[in-house]
């Protein structure tokens, strides 16, 4: 098995590239510890000293880690511990796991439902290329609330992707977009 690496535009998060599929559907983000006992992958990562966050997509693992750490030492026992999983037939995730839904519902009002295929089509994809995702939260008053994940969960540039990527197309497509937030 080779799993490739590639950096992020967040230095503290890198995106591992297992060549097999990780996530069939939908992703999930392990911000602590305690989120991680849901997976033994996202358990065996944060037994590596240093690891602060993992975040599963569809073909890739995003792995945060704490400031205080350098690369250089961290890599090789992520891999490892990537490789392991994946040799050893484990689940990805326990049975009782639940999944990011990203599916348009049938509460959405009309507006909500533009605003979820917009995100679907033109955002996740752009924001998975970096390692990570973006959740629909919720629309009030002109409002839409985001929150992202994995590698863009903390990046430096994730402010000027929401309020200059994300926001501005919203705008443009749906007029009564005024704002976006993050959560």
């Known amino acids: 098995m080779f799993i490739q690496s590639q ?11 297992p060549g097999v599929a990780v996530m069939e559907q939908g992703t999930v983000s392990f911000p602590t510890r305690e989120d991680a006992a849901r997976s033994p992958l996202a358990s065996q990562l944060f037994d590596v000293n240093g690891v602060d966050g993992v975040f599963f997509g569809g073909d890739f693992i995003t792995v945060t880690k704490t ?8 890599k090789p026992a992520i891999l490892g511990a990537i490789m392991e999983h994946f040799t050893s037939g484990q689940p990805l995730l326990n049975e009782d796991a639940s999944m990011s839904d990203h599916a348009v519902s049938d509460d959405d009002d009309e507006l909500v439902t533009q605003i979820k295929e917009l995100l679907d089509t033109r955002v996740r994809p752009a924001v998975a290329q970096d390692g990570g995702d973006i959740l629909f939260h919720g629309f009030e008053r002109g ?12 990046c ?11 926001e501005n197309m919203l705008r443009h497509y749906i007029p009564d977009v005024i704002e976006v937030r993050a959560i």
């Open 7 to 17: 950096q992020t535009p967040n230095p503290a998060t890198l995106k591992f590239l």
């Open 67 to 74: 400031d205080d750490m350098d690369w250089t030492p961290l």
């Open 143 to 154: 409002v839409v609330y985001l929150q992202l994940q994995g590698a863009c969960s903390g």
């Open 156 to 166: 430096p540039s994730s402010t000027a992707t929401l309020k200059g990527g994300i």
